[in-house]
Structures are given as C-alpha cells and as structure tokens.
C-alpha cells in the first residue's frame, strides 16, 4: 500500500514545446494554443528561426500562460531550419550556444521571466546527444551564462553526461511523436517513418515511456528510456491535437504534469 502510494506521488513528467520558431510576417506552429497546454517551453534564438520581435513575443506570451521559459539554441542555418549537419569546432559550438542562451535570458528578464532552461535544436542536439566533445561544448555554454540552467537532452545521451560533468541539472528527454532506433537514437527526418502521425500511437508511446521507461524501437525490440519531460514538436502539423491528447492520457493516467 505504502509502496503503491510512493510511486503514485513520484510519477511526474514536464511536456516541452518548441516554440518562437517563425521569422518575420512569417508564423510556424500554433504558440499560443499549445501554451494552454504544455508545461515547459523551448523558444528558438534566432539563428535557425526566430527574430528580435519573435523572440521578444514568444517570452511574453510563454511567461503570461505561466509556462517555464526555456532557450532552444541552433544551428546557423536558416534554409535548413537547423536540421542539417554542419561541421562544428568546440569553439564554435561553445559560442553560438553561449550566445543564444544570453539572448533569451537577457530578454527573459527584461520581462520579468527567469529562464529555467536550455535545450538544443535539430542536428546540433542529434550531433550533441552522441559527440561528446560537442555536448561538453554545450554544458560549458550553458554553466557560464547560469550554473542554474537545466540542460534538456536525449535519454541516455552525451548532453546528460556533459551537464553531470559541468554541475548542471539535466532532464531526460524522449520524443511522443517521433520514433527511434534501437541504440536509444531518433530516426532520422529523411526516414518517411521517422515522425508519428496516428495520435493514438503518440499517445500510446508517451504512456509507456513514462509509466514503463521503455519505448519500442523500429527493428520491434524494447528500448529502456528515463522520460522527465515529453516533447511535441511545435511545428508538427498536428501538434496542439497531439499535445492535448498526450495530456490528457497522462492525466488520467494519474501522472502529473508539471514543468
């Protein structure tokens, strides 16, 4: 009874939306819908999206519905949105993440905010989650501009084992629309199975990485993952359905959500 109860209080999952990622006249995702819904926000910095004003907007809006703000730095490669690889130094990773996570805790504070956290972007997060030099690039980053910043990364990747290294906090990361391979890594965009569409299969996936700490990889067999806080991606083309579903579940699977 005891045990039962312990592990009911102890079941709590933070979900994270990439968020601020349009450019100009030009919008991407619906923000202020999945603001209602999900618990942490990762706002892009502007150099694979975002702009003054964008960014400005997003840490207005993310800290108005009570939402975590946190810095979602990239690559410098806008036609590619960040998602291409690019061939980095440790010093160049070291300052483009030192930069945008300055950005968006200056403007954080400028408006009151407090930034909690920093999670990289699409090929430099991929790149990161394996190449550990990158990753400590990263974490050295993110402890210079605040030693009290959380480092998002993949489950089981080089970014936590960075963030243990530079004495940040780290959550664990795992992906309710995307799928992974069987080493633990997602597969990739280029793969047409590489995103989840059927809401009921994300649903199904977030439940059973949460509750059971395992998710099935494409080869069928069982990857163990730690989920501390679900994404959806904020440019999904079913993101606030998705992202209200996988609350939902997770709600009344008695999981709390909570950033």
Do not use: W
Not at 164 to 188: I, K, N, Q, T
Request: charge should be negative; glycine fraction near 10%; proline fraction near 3%.
């Amino acid at each position: 009874m005891n045990e039962a109860k312990h592990s009911r209080l102890e079941l709590t999952v933070d979900l994270n939306a990439d968020l601020g990622e349009g450019f100009g006249v030009y919008e991407l995702g619906a923000d202020r819908e999945l603001l209602s819904v999900v618990t942490s926000a990762n706002i892009a910095c502007g150099f694979h999206a975002g702009d003054p004003t964008t960014v400005r907007t997003a840490v207005e809006q993310a800290l108005a519905a009570g939402t975590a703000v946190g810095a979602h730095p990239g690559l410098p490669d806008r036609l590619g949105f960040g998602r291409r690889v690019m061939e980095l130094t440790e010093d160049e990773t070291y300052d483009l993440v030192l930069y945008q996570v300055s950005v968006l805790y200056g403007v954080t504070r400028a408006y009151g905010g407090v930034l909690k956290h920093v999670k990289p972007h699409g090929a430099l997060y991929n790149m990161a989650a394996k190449q550990a030099p990158l990753a400590a690039a990263i974490a050295r980053a993110v402890a210079k501009v605040d030693a009290s910043l959380v480092l998002v990364g993949l489950a089981g990747s080089e970014i936590l084992v960075a963030a243990e290294r530079y004495g940040l906090a780290s959550r664990s990361e795992v992906f309710a629309d995307r799928r992974y391979h069987s080493d633990g890594s997602l597969v990739s965009r280029s793969d047409p199975r590489a995103l989840i569409e059927d809401a009921e299969e994300s649903v199904a996936q977030a439940i059973r990485m949460t509750q059971d700490g395992l998710v099935r990889a494409l080869d069928g067999i069982d990857v163990p993952v730690r989920a501390e806080t679900i994404c959806i991606h904020g440019d999904g083309q079913h993101a606030v359905n998705f992202a209200n579903r996988v609350r939902l579940a997770l709600t009344a699977a008695g999981i709390v959500v909570t950033a």
